[in-house]
């Protein structure tokens, strides 16, 4: 940083990439502006083929150098960078299970830190955390604030931080800017469920990970068997719900209900209202899902399909849960925890009409992952992208006649798969 003649504090930064088209750098302006700074664009090259990146380069002034630290605070996110680069500030940890007083707090995007003169990758890349520096071997990662230990060597400030901003997809397909435009009920659902049901085939066949979020409305909408073809396809990989999901799941499967109703005719069974409750002691009476589906008893269903066909699942109890099953994780820092450790290495997410569990894994996942979210409340999809999940993709529809239509386009592209095979 310097001081002008006016007495103003000035730096410069640089940004590249589709600063343009994915409007980076009239954002990294506005910043300015709105924080109550100058700027001056000192030089822009501009990428002249469709593939090109571009490069400003930007005198941002301030009228004190708090104020300048928190404009260069800001505009880091959007992957504005000092010119005059320095090492990250690390403080030892003082507290357990706190950062220090003024700790960098990260983004779900790909960051780079400053060590020893040398930039390197922040690993386990997640919103709302810290990060910790291990100077010796010069790694850093991301460390949620419950996890933090007194020494930990934390990075404060944004000195030595660098944001790498998702770009926006310069080979958009009109499909998917369809989808990737505002919320609305009003969208074709059979060409959202195209585009998804090619990137579940994309991940597939490229050896990615799909994680499926799923809530109960997929039992009590009559969809288990969708949710089930997917599996036995090999179309899912993990599953992520909570003890309501399974509950129902494992009800469906031992007495034909859910919520003690009747899932092939909608009648209300004698008693059904004590279904959810008997369905679950049976569960605890065998010690677990996997148990269950070994002894014969549990034949049927998601859970059934995951256990024989080794779909890891994990499910995050909650304090309105009944039983709850024996495999519901009831500690919310246990399950966070190994929420983070199941994400690892996910390619795409399908969240299914589940607010709190998805904007749950939406907090754990970096931008790279593509996620798509599917609820008939269009709040839940924007919760998710208000809370920093920006790279959702909003279908505001019931989840029964999506997921319908989803499995029909998976088996016309197997099928066409098939025929190509043949043909060759």
Known sequence: MKNNPGDAVVEEVEVSGHIIDSLLLPKILDSVITRGGQFRIVEINIGQQRNDPSYARVEVSAGSREQLERILAEIA???????????????????????????????????????????????????????????????????????????????????????????????????????????????????????????????????????????????????????????????????????????????????????????????IMQAGHEHHLRAINTIRRCGGIQPAVERGILTSGIMYECVQNGVEFLLAGSIRDDGPLPDVITDSLDAQRQMRKGVRGVTFCLMLSTMLHSVAVGNLLPASVRVVCVDINPSAVTKLSDRGSFQTIPVVTDVEPFLRALVDEIAKLDLWEVQVETQS
């Open 77 to 267: 996110d959007h992957g504005a960078v000092s010119i005059h680069a320095e090492d990250c500030r690390l403080i030892a940890a003082d507290v357990n299970g706190a950062f220090p007083e003024g700790f960098y707090s990260s983004t779900n995007q790909r960051t780079e830190v400053r060590v020893a003169e040398t930039w390197v990758p922040v690993d386990l890349q997640e919103m709302d955390c810290g990060i910790t520096v291990d100077v010796e071997s010069g790694t850093a990662a991301c460390v949620p604030m419950s996890d933090v230990v007194i020494g930990q060597p934390v990075i404060v400030g944004h000195v030595g931080v660098r944001v790498f901003p998702e770009q926006r997809d310069r080979g958009h397909t009109q499909t998917f800017e369809f989808m990737d435009s505002a919320v609305s009920s009003e969208k074709p659902k059979r060409l959202a469920a195209r585009q998804v049901a090619k990137w579940l085939v994309e991940a597939k066949r490229n050896g990615g990970q799909s994680l499926i979020v799923g809530g109960p409305a997929i039992v009590h909408t009559g969809s288990t068997g969708y949710i089930c073809e997917l599996i036995r396809r090999g179309y899912i990989h993990r599953l992520f719900a909570g003890n309501a999901l399974a509950t129902h799941d494992i009800e469906q499967s031992l007495y034909g209900t859910s919520l003690g109703v009747n899932i092939e005719h909608g009648e």
